[in-house]
């Protein structure tokens, strides 16, 4: 079905170009609230809902309110987008240094327990979180790290999925270069770092880049394990401060905004990664 799709998309038919029309217009009633969203961003509250999409009068004072005024409020919010930047970095950071040694090990070394473990991830995969989500706030309560950044970063510092699509590409990899790493005497740890991780560093920027995305839009688990506004992630505290403050639509967007320009960034630099990344999970 999708290679007639592709064939009938590259084909000069009336039928391609109805479809090609068909997707483009899918593709801009998709984008249109992102463009509303940066457009109420960019006018006053008053503007946002009076004319059309570019009628009003454009200014950045919606971004000077978050950054300056609402602080006045209790919503830190360049703060919190510190709080993003610092935990999704920590995480992303700590995801592929954990999950390139485990999978190292589960695609290339024998131990007892190897085949129980990667069940066990298929296993961990397939339960939705939210299951794990009472049982993780327990055990992070009696450890004494709720309304704290370790709440946000320790309990994702692995990642099953990040373990198993890295394991399944270094199964790739000729033995032959492992081969070479022995007879130079090379540690674990160079081994990994200077002989694995370059030849793989296609699922490896997947892995970081899906990682990312997940943290920095991770809502969930921050609006359970923070309470306090001085702590929390950008996400929440742009929904507490919605809830609270509704009728300021401008900053609201302009919040919306800085939530999702970082996303947009990091799509547009690295497409081919997120393109890659979407293939190799529906397989």
Known sequence: MIRRLRALLRSRSPGGWMLTIAIYALALTWLYPFAW????????????????????????????????????????????????????????????????????????????????????????????????????????????????????????????????????????????????????RASLWQTVTRVVVPLNRSIIAIVALFTFTGTWDNFLWPLIAISDTERMPLAVLLATFSKQYGSYVGPVMAGAVLQTLPLVLLFALFRRHFLQGMSLTLK
Request: hydrophobic residues 55%; positive net charge; glycine residues 6%.
């Open 37 to 184: 969203m940066v457009a109420a961003s960019l006018k006053p509250t008053a503007q946002i809902y009076a004319g059309g999409l570019f009628s009003g009068d454009f200014t950045l004072d919606n971004f000077r309110f978050l950054f300056a005024t609402a602080d006045k409020l209790g919503r830190p919010f360049l703060k919190a987008l510190a709080i993003s930047a610092l935990v999704t970095g920590a995480v992303t950071a700590s995801v592929l240094l954990s999950s390139a040694f485990i999978a190292y090990a589960l695609a290339r070394l024998r131990f007892p327990g190897r085949t129980l473990f990667g069940d066990f991830l298929l296993l961990q995969m397939v339960i939705p979180t939210s299951m794990f989500i009472l049982p993780l706030f327990v055990l992070v309560k009696e450890l004494g790290l709720l309304n704290s950044l370790w709440a946000l970063i320790l309990p994702s510092m692995m990642s099953g999925w990040g373990i198993y699509m890295m394991a399944q590409s270094f199964k790739a990899i000729p033995e032959e270069y492992l081969d070479a790493a022995r007879l130079d």
